[in-house]
């Protein structure tokens, strides 16, 4: 243990960095983290975190979602307390800022985990001592680091760790994916778990099921509903089944161009030691059906830490009313008219994206799609095989492929491969991001199709955003 003199100097001089962050190159949101854990070393963060954060801190993890959640998370508990937050981070060292930024009674930190190396969950878990861990979904997507192929076994090793020691507080969890489901199960003999589902009759997954094996067992699930990929209602002989969710999206309906939806269950809240009754109704913007799942993940943590016990209900019907797109972040998918035409246009980058998008664009169509498909680059087959099951499942009438990453020579390999299920054209365009916009463009003005997609994989915020805000533009006054 450092001398208390020093270590408040560290600790001081690293707090005085903050201040300069907005002037460091990109990666300057961590800076401070990582100058505070060099010089009063990682053994002294639990005393920080003790010392600046009251009550306890909260984790949130998964593949998807993560960024979405935590933000909406952190709007809705910001009502009641005084937080400390890191949102889109990856690393001790932006969440050990996020705790030195300032004084607060909760601490809500975003914290990705690729695999057990540059993760480090357990390291995390033991130093920050979290009273919550949240898990979003665990999908095989992002399961190569840095190039080198990890196995999804270590994948969910790895988010499993973060929680794994915990002796006190509340994990929350999908109960709907089974290996976030599985990770609630082992924890419920140490703390309380909460889990969070849907509970919908008619939503059903248009997609190929896939096969996934029994996070306890090895052997295949059985599937009496897939609401979206691995997510859904499930079984196995072994005895390992969905646990029945604490909090629930019990209705979905299409209002005009917003959705209508319940969210209702009983959670257990951590500073009450007690349960609280949930039953909200609110209109939502047509986000994306994944992000029903933010939204109620992001409620049921909130429902779990708030320390305001009046009015939770309508807090949280408040908030989600005045819900807006911005909350999405950028080169999202979204669906408007373009010269009478309906373009569904964005990112989705990896199977589930694609099929999200996929799924919205089948649900306001009422005819032939015609889909732009931009491909992924080298090295990302994993990517492209999961795309391939959504593009089956919409059943496109046309399907035009351009290169979306880097390389021209590997979007036409792809191309091959699927050219002949489809009435299909290759257009090679270089990588030039003016030469990709305004192919981009050209194609959807000239498709003779009522219903367009535009996705896969491409640049946030240089193509997506670029492609939609110039045909908002021309075509927003017609
Ligand atoms: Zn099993």
């Not at 053994?43 to 998964?62: F, H, K, M, R």
């Not at 979405?68 to 690393?91: C, E, G, K, P």
């Not at 994916?177 to 419920?188: M, Q, S």
Request: overall charge negative; some cysteine.
């Amino acid at each position: 243990m450092m001398s208390n003199i020093k270590y408040k100097i560290v600790k001081k001089f690293s707090q005085l960095t903050l201040k300069s962050m907005h002037y460091l190159p990109t990666g300057g949101k961590s800076f401070p983290g990582y100058l505070f854990l060099k010089y009063a070393g990682r053994e002294n963060l639990p005393q920080l975190a003790d010392e600046q954060i009251a009550i306890g801190s909260i984790l949130l993890t998964g593949t998807n979602g993560k960024t979405t959640t935590t933000t909406m998370a952190i709007d809705l508990l910001n009502r009641d307390m005084n937080l400390s937050t890191s949102v889109d981070n990856n690393t001790i060292y932006a969440l050990t800022t996020g705790i030195l930024e300032n004084k607060s009674e909760l601490g809500v930190f975003e914290y990705g985990i690729r695999d057990i190396e540059h993760g480090e969950p357990d390291n995390v878990q033991r130093l920050v001592s979290p009273i919550g861990v949240t898990y979003t979904n665990i999908s095989r997507e992002h399961t190569q680091v840095l190039g080198v192929k990890k196995s999804f076994e270590d994948y969910v090793k790895a988010k499993t760790l973060l929680s794994e020691a915990m002796d006190k507080g509340v994990v929350i969890t999908n109960c709907d994916d089974p290996n976030t489901a599985y990770i609630g199960l082992n924890k419920e003999k140490d703390v309380h778990v909460n889990y969070y589902g849907f509970e919908l009759d008619f939503l059903e997954d248009i997609f190929e099921s896939p096969v996934v094996k029994c996070p306890n067992c090895g052997k295949q699930l059985t599937y009496v509903k897939y609401y979206m990929n691995q997510r859904g209602i499930y079984s196995c002989d072994c005895g390992f089944k969905r646990p029945e969710p604490d909090i629930k999206l019990t209705r979905f309906e299409t209002q005009d161009d917003k959705w209508l939806i319940t969210i209702e269950g009983r959670v257990y809240n951590y500073i009450i030691d007690k349960d609280l009754d949930i039953n909200v109704t609110m209109t939502v913007p047509m986000l994306g059906i994944h992000n029903l799942y933010n939204i109620l993940c992001s409620t049921a943590v909130y429902a779990t830490f708030t320390n305001e016990m009046e009015n939770v209900n309508e807090k949280i019907e408040d908030y989600f009313n005045q819900l807006d797109f911005t909350i999405l972040p950028p080169g999202r998918f979204e669906i408007f008219e373009v010269d009478g035409k309906l373009v569904g246009i964005g990112q989705g980058d990896n199977g589930d994206a694609l099929k999200v998008n996929a799924l919205l664009m089948d649900l306001y169509s009422e005819g032939d799609v015609e889909f732009i498909y931009n491909t992924p680059d080298e090295y990302e087959d994993d990517v492209f095989e999961d795309h391939k099951v959504a593009i089956r499942g919409l059943n496109p009438v046309s399907l035009i492929v351009v290169p979306g990453r880097v390389s021209v020579t590997k979007a036409q390999e792809y191309y091959n491969q699927i050219k002949d299920e489809y009435d299909s054209k290759f257009i090679p365009v270089e990588y030039d991001f003016e030469k990709r916009i305004n192919n981009l463009i050209k194609l959807i003005k000239h498709s003779k199709y009522n219903y367009i997609l535009v996705s896969g994989c491409g640049e946030e915020q240089l193509v997506w955003d670029e492609v939609k805000r110039r045909l908002k533009e021309e075509y927003s006054n017609q």
